[in-house]
């Protein structure tokens, strides 16, 4: 199903800048996800974040959760034209079946 | 290593031939889960499977069946292809033990003319 929505659909910086992108979901969680898709390939999950943190750190990925307001920002600092990717994101509903609940993702692309 | 591994990677068929995408994985993985991507669509979950014998539809399982006979393979079976089939296509896996963080294939780019 797909209940996350993700802002912007598309991101174009400069390499060395922030990248900054946004998911918002409709029902309580479990967890929330984010994946990296290279153009064609499958996707590579990135980080989780479970619904009591608020914030988590992986590298250059820093992940926030607002259960309050059901959305979730995935920042990547100091990007890299390698990190020119599709970027998902995806909720496990606490009343699912093991069913992911996924956005349409966000398309970034760095300029070198 | 652990992976997830679909077969082919790339597919050209005609209208109406019956084809088999296979998909096995070895994390020993309860959950095993088949996409199609289309542009603008995003990822759209075809069938799901929980544990051996147990399937599900997804949200787009119309032409497409699945089987779980053994828990590492879940192939894909296109009964009559038809040029709206025409997608690329992913096979996961997760445990729930992990917060159910799905591991991808490569994907299979299926052109049906």
């Known amino acids: 199903s797909q209940q996350g929505e993700e802002d912007p659909q598309a991101l174009s910086i400069q390499e060395g800048e922030n990248a900054t992108m946004n998911c918002s979901y409709k029902t309580s969680i479990n967890n929330l996800q984010w994946y990296r898709q290279n153009s064609g390939r499958g996707l590579v999950h990135l980080i989780l974040?479970?619904?009591n943190e608020r914030e988590k750190h992986s590298g250059r990925l820093r992940v926030t959760l607002d259960t309050s307001k059901k959305s979730s920002s995935l920042l990547i600092t100091a990007s890299r034209a390698a990190d020119t990717a599709s970027y998902f994101c995806a909720t496990d509903p606490m009343d699912s079946n093991y069913q992911l609940i996924w956005g349409a993702g966000t398309k970034l692309i760095i300029k070198p | 290593e652990a992976q997830v591994t679909q077969n082919p990677r790339y597919l050209i068929t005609v209208t109406g031939k019956k084809l088999t995408v296979t998909c096995s994985q070895n994390m020993n993985h309860e959950y095993m889960s088949w996409y199609r991507q289309d542009p603008g669509l995003g990822l759209r979950q075809i069938y799901y499977s929980m544990n051996v014998e147990v399937t599900d539809k997804g949200d787009v399982p119309e032409g497409y069946k699945v089987s779980r006979k053994e828990k590492r393979n879940f192939p894909l079976i296109l009964e009559s292809p038809s040029p709206n089939q025409t997608s690329l296509y992913f096979c996961?896996?997760?445990?729930?033990?992990?917060?159910?963080?799905?591991?991808f294939g490569a994907g299979t780019r299926l052109s049906v003319l």
């Open positions: 974040i479970r619904s």
């Open positions: 996961a896996s997760s445990s729930q033990g992990a917060g159910h963080i799905q591991y």
